[in-house]
């Protein structure tokens, strides 16, 4: 049986799709059309370098159980030509004498688990599926509460951008899934 529709000569569906089947909403259609959102492929990259960076620390933690956290900051901080005695390093160091086996490893599993979402997160947005940008959105949102507790505990400029970031995040995937939705509803009826 053929395709009753072909489209265009030549014309082949999008990567991942079938031959056919009906194309999403804000993605490309077969013709080559250009409707996707080019924000998309950066968020999943801020969100794969989230992942490295993540998984990477949870398996330092994991791996150097018994290290002296404070003594490594310490060495890193002098290698680095900063000043150990400084305001920021000085507290840095200081809540790393506290770290024990125990916390450490308890760290290394948390940092693990949320760079395995950031990783899903990512992978799911640079393919353009709908159920990772609600994941995005869920798992974004949950962290602006704590966020906004630790901004009013002790806030600095780097804590300030990070939250307009991720609610610019947030409000731009509802924003996009709004319109998708209405895209779809609008063709149903159409």
């Known amino acids: ?50 992942a490295v960076v993540l998984i990477g620390i949870g398996l330092i933690l994991l791996t150097h159980l018994h290290t002296d956290w404070a003594d490594t900051a310490r060495r890193l901080i002098d290698r680095a030509g900063l000043d150990p005695s400084g305001n920021e390093t000085g507290k840095l160091i200081s809540s ?59 806030p600095t400029d780097l804590k300030i951008i990070g939250l307009v970031l991720n609610v610019v995040i947030v409000a731009y995937l509802i924003a996009r899934l709004v319109r998708s939705r209405r895209r779809d509803r609008d063709t149903a009826r159409g």
């Open 96 to 154: 790393l004498t506290t770290v024990g086996p125990r916390q450490a490893a308890r760290d290394g599993v948390v940092a693990l688990a949320y760079g395995a979402l950031e990783a899903v997160e990512g992978v799911g947005l640079w393919r353009r599926r709908t159920w990772a940008e609600y994941l995005t959105i869920l798992s974004t949102a949950l962290l602006l509460i704590p966020e906004v507790q630790e901004l009013a505990k002790r």
């Open 1 to 50: 049986m053929s395709n009753p529709d072909p489209g265009p000569a030549g014309a082949h569906p999008p990567r991942g799709a079938r031959a056919g089947a009906p194309t999403r909403p804000g993605s490309s259609d077969a013709s080559g059309g250009a409707t996707q959102s080019r924000l998309l492929p950066v968020l999943a990259g801020e969100r794969g370098l989230r």
